[in-house]
């Protein structure tokens, strides 16, 4: 019997960053890992600072072939020829979404804790939900995503789906199985070497 495939990785950016440095930050950890997708998620609301962010990092990871969303900016996305978004309001707007920006485009939802949330976003044309967090967070109310909730999705729905937001390598040990995405973000680019801090993560898939 055939090994499951293992969970493929999915960098989400850190809410603020240096555009002098993050962009060959990032590119070190492309070019030494294989990444699926990258999710810009600023804090800003200033449309210029997101394009410039937008258009450092969509050099960086298109020169490799890499997936650039952007967190809940549909017009810019595809204003700036982003692959697509991340809608961080539950199931609430992919329609919308999936209707501006064409069939072709990547549209995700960040479901948080929710099973109903992530069926129904599946159901308006989502291409994957993402579920979190799935560990200890500072923020929050102390909810967490459950393994019994990946579990039930990876046996139950086809739509991929992302595991984020508190990752440790227990978690990502216990989750290896029964999640098709980690989405790392905090947890590495805190760290002084944020690429050694994604293998560390990443050596608790086996």
Known sequence: MDAPEQPQLYLITPPTFDLEAFPDQLARVLDAVEIACIRLTLASHDEDEVARAADALREVSHARDVALVI????????????????????????????????????????????????????????????????????LGDGTMAEPELFEWWSQMIELPVVAEDGLTPEIVATLTPITDFFGIGDEIWGADDPLAALQGLTAAMG
């Open 71 to 138: 967190t809940d900016h549909v017009l810019l996305a595809q204003r700036l020829g982003l692959d697509g978004v991340h809608l961080s309001d539950a199931a609430r707007s992919v329609r919308a979404a999936r209707k501006t920006l064409g069939a072709d485009a990547i549209v995700g939802s960040f479901c948080g804790t929710s099973r109903h949330d992530g069926m129904t976003a599946g159901e308006a044309g989502a291409d994957y939900v993402s579920f979190g967090p799935v560990g200890a967070t500072a």
